[in-house]
């Protein structure tokens, strides 16, 4: 049976913290997978024009295109070269809801992220997305300084 980790980036060093966690982690499990995975927040609390809604699709796309590209194959790209089965996934969403459902989806086992610090007022209206993942996940998380 193979082990599938999931590593949640944020484009942010956290995140390289994360997947060195995640490497060492794998490197001890005879066999394991690494599903690297970043979210794009999406918040239901932004209001948009009909020109806005017209383009939302393409935007999306090109969000898609560009997390993909600059921040996830590289780190799959650098997992696989390091002798790790690893693959990626970019979807919008609420971070920690997503993130647990893509492990869901793909029998996860545990989810690795860093942790990231949002100012406290922003903290206080929106809640951590990190604090969000740990309390509410299916499957352990661990949590990287």
């Not at 459902?101 to 209206?125: L, M, P, Y």
Request: hydrophobic share 40%; net charge negative; proline share 3%.
């Amino acid at each position: 049976m193979t082990t599938k980790i999931v590593i949640g980036l944020d484009g942010t060093e956290t995140g390289e913290r994360a997947i060195a966690f995640a490497k060492d982690l794998a490197g001890r499990i005879d066999s394991c997978e690494l599903l690297v995975v970043y979210v794009i927040e999406w918040s239901p609390f932004t209001f948009q024009t009909p020109e806005e809604n017209a383009l939302r699709h393409k935007r999306r796309e090109e969000e898609v295109e560009l997390a993909s590209t600059r921040i996830v194959t590289p780190a799959v790209d650098a997992l696989n070269a390091a002798g790790f089965t690893a693959h990626g996934i970019v979807r919008h969403g609420d971070v920690a809801e997503t993130l647990n459902a893509i492990t869901v989806e793909n029998g996860g086992t545990q989810i690795v992220v860093g942790r990231a610090s949002a100012d406290g007022f922003k903290k206080r209206i929106f809640g951590s997305s990190t604090q969000n993942l740990v309390m509410h996940a299916d499957v352990p998380v661990t949590v990287v300084n």
